[in-house]
């Protein structure tokens, strides 16, 4: 994928889902793998020409796994002239030689969430961009239609009253497979998660599931990504459809 199309993309997003004001400072969550890194192209390359003027910063929470050198990323926030935050933590040592969870995942997420908003606030930042893209959210669909009853995936812009942050994806209509490309294209600076669980989560399952759908009824993924975007879901914002 090209970088004028990921960025025609992100616009789509921002520009349907009302994500960016005037005056605004996003803290861009990186992880270190290729969805948050392309958010980060994304944003940097929008930045250049968007109407609305904004401000970037970056943010990681280190979980505090050994060899998780986060220093190609730091290069490239460098030479996009983002300032780059590493927040360091001991989540790892908490949840696997601690507490020796067997499912961390939920907990995980709670407390690196909790250490990213904490640095966000701190940077002075008034939104944050997840790299959620449209398989994230299908995904998100079907394990909440499988294991908790209900329609309901992530929103595009949520406002988060207690912490008096907006939250924004502006990935929402690239696929991943996009992404992959991109990746590859762009020779992005990949930092390996070294987490023991990845890849045998609920999430690979959902994703697995949606590639078994699409291959033996093509087009499956589109058509549920589609319901999602018609589907009236509890707490979404207004749809604004260009006309340009």
Sequence with gaps: MQLQRLLSYTRKAVDEYQMI????????GISGGKDSLTLLYALHGLKRFYPK????????????????DLTPIRELCKEM????????????????????ESNPCSLCAKMRKGALNEAIKAA??????????KDDIVETMLL?????????????????????????????????????????????PVVKSKCPVDGYTKRQYAKEL??????????????MFRAILNGDIKGWPERILQTR
């Design 21 to 28: 004001e005037d005056g605004d400072h996003i803290a861009v």
């Design 53 to 68: 003027k904004f401000e970037l910063s970056a943010i990681t929470v280190d979980l505090g796994f050994e060899d998780f």
């Design 81 to 100: 002239e983002i300032p780059y935050t590493i927040v360091k933590s001991e989540i790892y040592n908490i949840l696997f030689n601690i507490r020796k």
């Design 124 to 133: 002075g930042c008034n939104k944050v961009a997840y790299a959620h893209h």
């Design 144 to 188: 909440s239609l499988l294991f908790e009853g209900r329609f309901h995936s992530f929103s595009p812009r949520t406002y988060l009253d207690r912490m008096d942050l907006t939250v924004i994806r502006p990935m929402m209509f690239v696929d991943e497979m996009d992404v992959i490309g991109f990746k590859n294209k762009y020779d992005l």
């Design 210 to 223: 949606v590639r078994q759908l699409n291959t033996e009824h093509p087009g499956a993924k589109e058509r």
